[in-house]
């Protein structure tokens, strides 16, 4: 659970060192702004997930996009500085629909 944790930490942090840039547009600032908020709002998931765990409670499985998890895990990871240069590919063929958990997929 730590590392899921760091994870959306380190997109915090890269992201605020980029909103620093004076040379930066609206645009790409409001880009990082949001990269931002997401990050956060999927620590604090993590957060809820963790407490209700240590209550007994479980994760539970539910309806996903796979294509649409794989393309949250491939921007986490892409914003990471020791990532950028590695091109990250996906392809998929078939249904994108399943039944899994997103949050531990991540």
Same mark, same amino acid.
């Not at 990050?39 to 007994?56: A, Q, T």
């Not at 249904?95 to 997929?105: D, Q, R």
């Given at each position: 659970?730590s590392?899921?944790i760091?994870?959306p930490?380190?997109?915090v942090?890269?992201n605020?060192?980029?909103m620093?840039e004076?040379t930066?547009?609206?645009?790409q ?5 949001q990269e931002?908020?997401?990050s956060?709002?999927?620590i604090?998931?993590?957060?809820s ?11 539970r $499985?539910?309806?996903g996009? +796979? /294509?649409e !998890?794989?393309k949250?895990v491939?921007?986490m &990871?892409?914003?990471r $500085?020791?990532?950028r240069? +590695? /091109?990250i !590919?996906?392809?998929?063929e078939?249904a994108t &629909?399943?039944w899994?958990n997103?949050?531990l997929?991540e």
């Amino acid at each position: 659970m730590s590392h899921d944790i760091r994870t959306p930490l380190a997109a915090v942090l890269a992201n605020a060192e980029f909103m620093t840039e004076s040379t930066l547009s609206k645009e790409q600032r409001t880009e990082f702004y949001q990269e931002v908020r997401s990050s956060i709002d999927r620590i604090e998931e993590l957060v809820s997930d963790l407490l209700e765990c240590s209550k007994g409670g479980t994760l539970r $499985p539910g309806i996903g996009n +796979i /294509v649409e !998890t794989m393309k949250r895990v491939m921007r986490m &990871i892409q914003v990471r $500085p020791a990532f950028r240069c +590695i /091109v990250i !590919t996906h392809r998929h063929e078939g249904a994108t &629909i399943g039944w899994y958990n997103a949050k531990l997929m991540e």
